[in-house]
């Protein structure tokens, strides 16, 4: 295992996961005190490594028909965009 990988990947998810709608939904599932935690951690947990999944496959075949680089380009202005349209979002209310 690259270790090198291994951090930027864990660094980059994880400040990316810190209070977005998963997150948040999350919480609220957590805090019913009806729910078991540890079945809202297990289903949580089931679904980022299955959209990982997913994301590794996706990424592996798009990899074979465009270069990573352009990749990295339309994600970096797919990020953009959509922080562009939140901060639109904000300022019109």
């Not at 980059?12 to 810190?18: D, G, Q, R, S």
């Amino acid at each position: 295992m690259d270790l090198k990988t291994f951090v930027a990947v864990f660094g980059t998810v994880f400040l990316a996961e810190l209070g977005d709608k998963t997150q948040l939904a999350t919480v609220l599932f957590a805090s019913r005190p009806s729910v078991s935690l540890v079945t809202v951690f297990v289903g949580a947990s089931a679904a980022l490594i299955f959209s990982s999944v997913l994301a590794v496959g996706a990424g592996s075949v798009i990899s074979n028909f465009l270069n990573p680089r352009y990749l990295s380009y339309i994600a970096g202005a797919g990020f953009v965009a959509i922080g562009l349209w939140t901060i639109l979002q904000a300022a019109s209310q």
